[in-house]
């Protein structure tokens, strides 16, 4: 499938215009990485350039469009997009109180892992997403919120299973001649799957990697995570090791905490020991309602126990505070406005 602009690395800006100077190509590429709407905005390129570039791709500058904007009373923005083929994704913007603007992004039409207490979990998968489609989500958001700060593929999808495009969507972001984004301030989320891992340590991009655990006890996180099934915790701690050993670099272990379910003192002592050897921060989450679901948020107190039992142990954690959830727009929740665009897969 053709790649539309936003996708594009500088090289392959310049093999779109073979016959042009590099600095032309570089001229277009920054066009291109200031998430232009339309060609005519290439004020510093000769008129026929820039019918040349429309021409190839039709007039149309982004692949997708936005179909609603929701705003939750903390200040994130939720997008729904459109893509090409009609099919639809979500994006958020999480802003904090420092004024940091992460962007959530997501790297799938719906995903095809099934946590149990996940909303997008409940869509199926239909297809992976494009870089130009991943990059687009970002330059509709920096459209509203200006200079974003941080990048998370927390959104929608499993990103490491759609690595190829994500690498290339990284690219784009990381590029000093565009975006420019450090690479630390990056993050892909995983739900563990291994071969994704190994390949990112051997072969970067030098990212933040976040692994979703949820629980160290084999069959509830097979319950909660079916992934569990396939890359179960012992070969993933030991996957998580060979990454360490090969980027030095601290890990982020997401722990989804669900009332009645992972989050007694046993659990964080289960938890406490399996990350034992490894160099790790985990992030409580309270579980997002999601309307359906048998489950239930864990209380306060609850949360504050699990957590200083594991500081206890000597792991640094963070309760992450929910944003966004007044718009369906938190952790988990992405894809409530879609439920009729996206069957489930069979
Ligand atoms: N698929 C990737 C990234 C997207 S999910 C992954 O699973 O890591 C992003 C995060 O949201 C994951 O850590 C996941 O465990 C968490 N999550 C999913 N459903 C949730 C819910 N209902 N409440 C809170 N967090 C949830
Ligand atoms: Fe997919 Fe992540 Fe949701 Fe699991 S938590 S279903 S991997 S998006």
Request: charged share 20%.
């Amino acid at each position: 499938m053709k790649v539309y602009p936003s996708g594009l690395s500088l090289a392959e800006t310049a093999a779109l215009l073979p016959d042009q100077p590099p600095y032309r190509a570089r001229q277009v590429y920054e066009w291109f990485s200031k998430g232009i709407a339309s060609f005519d905005a290439m004020t510093n390129l000769p008129q026929s350039l820039r019918e040349r570039l429309s021409g190839l791709y039709g007039g149309q500058v982004r692949s997708s469009s936005i179909e609603k904007e929701l705003i939750d009373e903390d200040g994130s923005l939720k997008l729904q997009i459109r893509l090409r083929d009609g099919a639809a994704v979500e994006c958020v913007l999480l802003e904090d109180i420092e004024g940091r603007k992460t962007a959530c992004l997501s790297s799938q039409v719906g995903c095809p892992m099934g946590c149990a207490f996940c909303k997008t979990g409940t869509l199926g998968f239909l297809r992976n997403l494009g870089p130009d489609e991943i990059i687009e989500q970002f330059h509709f958001l920096r459209d509203r919120r200006g200079f974003i700060s941080n990048v998370v593929f927390m959104g929608m999808g499993e990103p490491l299973l759609n690595l190829e495009n994500v690498r290339k969507a990284i690219v784009v972001l990381s590029s000093p001649e565009g975006i420019g984004m450090s690479l630390r301030k990056i993050t892909i989320s995983t739900s563990g799957i291994i071969p994704g891992i190994l390949d990112i340590a051997q072969s970067g991009p030098k990212i933040r990697l976040a692994i979703s655990l949820t629980s160290a006890e084999p069959n509830l996180r097979t319950r909660l995570m079916p992934v569990n099934k396939t890359w179960p915790l012992d070969e993933l701690k030991s996957a998580l090791l060979q990454f360490q050993q090969a980027t030095r670099d601290r890990i982020t272990l997401e722990v989804v905490l669900i009332g009645n379910m992972n989050a007694s003192e046993t659990d964080a002592e289960a938890l406490a020991a399996w990350i034992t050897p490894l160099k790790a921060q985990v992030n409580l989450i309270a579980w997002n309602p999601i309307q359906g679901m048998p489950f239930e948020q864990p209380s306060p107190r609850q949360m504050r126990i699990f957590s200083e039992i594991l500081e206890r142990k000597g792991i640094v954690t963070v309760q992450r505070m929910s944003r966004g959830r007044g718009v369906m727009g938190a952790c988990g929740q992405l894809g409530d406005t879609l439920q009729t665009t996206n069957p489930p897969s069979a």
